[in-house]
């Protein structure tokens, strides 16, 4: 049975850092790209950051510089660092993964993803 259990969210004031961390089981994860997505109240779903099974990166132009994605496959774990908080970063942060093997694209689009958690809440407050 595939889990993803996502955790470190919270409640951090704007401008302060929080690391999320997804652990995976249940498949084997470490030819598969991974990544971020977070959903707002009231708005859809959106793309954060994503990693390749090689390693390549991609991110969402409203958290570049700020947000780090990256993967452990000794532990089938993908973490986001999470920096320079923002009121507008709050939102459930879901970690999924493909299952596509030895894809060098990094996906962008949910529906190109097969596993998701359940969620984590962050809030940043101003």
């Known amino acids: 049975q595939v889990q993803l259990v996502e955790s470190g969210g919270g409640l951090v004031q704007a401008g302060g850092s929080l690391r999320l961390s997804c652990a995976a089981s249940?498949?084997?994860?470490?030819?598969?790209?991974a990544g971020w997505f977070r959903q707002a109240p009231g708005k859809e779903r959106e793309f954060v950051a994503g990693?390749?099974?090689?390693?390549?990166?991609r991110y969402a132009d409203s958290v570049k510089g700020r947000f780090t994605i990256s993967r452990d496959n000794a532990r089938n774990t993908v973490a986001l660092q999470m920096n320079s908080l923002k009121p507008e970063d709050t939102a459930v942060y879901y970690c999924a993964w493909t299952r596509t093997p030895f894809d060098v694209i990094v996906r962008v689009n949910g529906y190109e993803y097969d596993d998701w958690g359940q969620g984590t809440q962050v809030t940043a407050s101003s």
């Open positions: 249940g498949r084997t994860f470490n030819n598969y790209g």
């Open positions: 990693i390749s099974w090689s390693g390549g990166t």
